[in-house]
């Protein structure tokens, strides 16, 4: 069974960093693209960053404070989060699909997590 968790959402201050983990189960993420999305509160969901399996990554919401990285022993996507301001909260997601960053819509999602930036 295909899985996808997130995991590393929370409480952070404003100018605070978090590390956001995507593990997945059942499948190699190294050979998908592996990208993140969030929703924030009475918002649509929104691209952050991805991934393709040669590597190659992408930024889109958020840019120059975000990292995507991808560890292949661990089977995770990471994304930190640096410089964290109140309007990055939301729930954050982590997506797999087989073909690359661009496609339409993501094959596989997690549950999401949610990461809360106040004081």
């Known amino acids: 069974q295909l899985q996808i968790v997130e995991s590393g959402g929370g409480l952070v201050q404003p100018g605070g960093s978090l590390r956001l983990s995507c593990t997945a189960s059942?499948?190699?993420?190294?050979?998908?693209?592996v990208g993140w999305f969030r929703q924030a509160p009475g918002k649509g969901r929104e691209g952050i960053s991805c991934?393709?399996?040669?590597?190659?990554t992408y930024e889109y919401a958020v840019k120059g404070r975000f990292t995507l990285s991808r560890d292949g022993a661990k089977n995770t996507v990471y994304l930190q989060m640096d410089s964290l301001k109140p309007e990055d909260t939301g729930v954050y997601y982590c997506?797999?699909?087989?073909?690359?960053?661009?496609?339409?819509?993501?094959?596989?999602w997690g549950q999401g997590t949610q990461v809360t930036v106040s004081s």
């Open positions: 997506a797999a699909d087989p073909v690359s960053c661009s496609v339409h819509m993501f094959e596989y």
């Open positions: 059942g499948f190699t993420l190294g050979t998908y693209a």
């Open positions: 991934i393709n399996s040669d590597g190659e």
